[in-house]
């Protein structure tokens, strides 16, 4: 995956917007941070993913998902884009932006795509 996808997969959804972040691209949702790109430009920056499922996603798919000290008291996530596959990163994208959209926009698309 690339960057570019995550773009393509989250802009489809209502309120999501092109930003930055720390200097490097990032998705927002009402200002705040969905996900963003790390300087690295391979990995994706993940937060609201609590340390216990950061955990097991590490120990389950370490080529994708790691975390560095700098994250390690955060509920965040890295993705390494070049060895994720959507399946992977499709889930934990959506939970996030359900957190972060308002309620109308949740029910909208939940409307939507049950239809």
Do not use: C
Not at 38 to 64: C, F
Request: aromatic residues 8%; hydrophobic residues 35%; charged residues 30%.
């Amino acid at each position: 995956m690339t960057f570019d996808d995550i773009r393509h997969i989250a802009l489809a959804w209502p309120e999501v917007e092109d930003g930055s972040s720390y200097g490097t691209p990032a998705l927002k949702v009402r200002n705040k941070m969905l996900v963003r790109l790390k300087e690295d430009g391979d990995s994706l920056v993940m937060p609201g993913v609590p340390p216990d499922e950061r955990d097991m996603l590490v120990e389950h798919q370490p080529k994708v998902f790691y975390f560095t000290d700098h994250y390690r008291d955060y509920p965040t996530v890295l993705i390494r884009l070049s060895k994720a596959k959507r399946a992977a990163v499709e889930p934990l994208l959506r939970r996030r932006w359900r957190t972060l959209a308002s309620r109308k926009a949740v029910r909208d698309t939940d409307a939507t795509a049950s239809s």
